[in-house]
T-cell receptor, first 112, second 108 residues
Framework: KAGVTQTPRYLIKTRGQQVTLSCSPI?????VSWYQQTPGQGLQFLFE???????NKGNFPGRFSGRQFSNSRSEMNVSTLELGDSALYLC???????????FGSGTRLTVV | KNEVEQSPQNLTAQEGEFITINCSYS?????LHWLQQHPGGGIVSLFM???GKKKHGRLIATINIQEKHSSLHITASHPRDSAVYIC??????????FGKGTRLHILP
């Protein structure tokens, strides 16, 4: 069966722009969570969606937002990009948070 | 103090050696995850466990809930096991907290 698909794989944006990343979960998975990975901070939890509702949110500014559609696909948006937003953004899907996660390959965002 | 501590940070070993990576946490958890990340960024979920021990091939994960400690063992290590191993736990608010990772390098 298809895994978790993230698009695009790579992205270069300029400071001040906004960006939208997409995550298609494994079919049947209703939970989608997003993570940011930087060399300095490691992996950090951004937010989790379940059945179109944000169930949990990490400690990130309001410039980071997300949503989940009825088909469980999720998008995350970062507005007014800063250099420090350069990172690997990973999403993971699960049947529910008490089950194991399947991670996508990530989107590597570079802000210049 | 980090809520999730891993040790060692870096580990280099010879092919065939028995490997142990440790994870200690201070948060209350429902389940602990072990993840593997290869160069290039791809992350694979290895185990999710809430008690006892799980085994998958040459990988074994154990957890002691009372001591808030988990270990990941690799038997008969191989160069293809070279990766960063990360443990992750949900805290009381169900937010996932990650360890900083253990960078493992297996020499042929």
């Amino acid at each position: 069966k298809a895994g978790v698909t993230q698009t695009p794989r790579y992205l270069i944006k300029t400071r001040g722009q906004q960006v939208t990343l997409s995550c298609s979960p494994i079919s049947g998975h209703r939970s989608v969570s997003w993570y940011q990975q930087t060399p300095g901070q490691g992996l950090q939890f951004l937010f989790e969606y379940f059945s179109e509702t944000q169930r949990n949110k990490g400690n990130f500014p309001g410039r980071f937002s997300g949503r989940q559609f009825s088909n469980s696909r999720s998008e995350m948006n970062v507005s007014t990009l800063e250099l420090g937003d350069s990172a690997l953004y990973l999403c993971a899907s699960s049947l529910a948070s008490s089950y194991g996660y399947t991670f996508g390959s990530g989107t590597r965002l570079t802000v210049v | 103090k980090n809520e999730v501590e891993q040790s060692p940070q870096n580990l280099t070993a010879q092919e065939g050696e028995f490997i142990t990576i440790n994870c200690s946490y201070s948060v209350g958890i429902s389940a602990l995850h072990w993840l593997q990340q290869h160069p290039g960024g791809g992350i694979v979920s290895l185990f999710m466990l809430s008690s006892g021990k799980k085994k998958h091939g040459r990988l074994i994960a154990t957890i002691n809930i009372q001591e808030k400690h988990s270990s990941l063992h690799i038997t008969a290590s191989h160069p293809r096991d070279s990766a960063v191993y990360i443990c992750a736990v949900p805290n009381r608010d169900d937010k996932i907290i990650f360890g900083k990772g253990t960078r493992l390098h297996i020499l042929p």
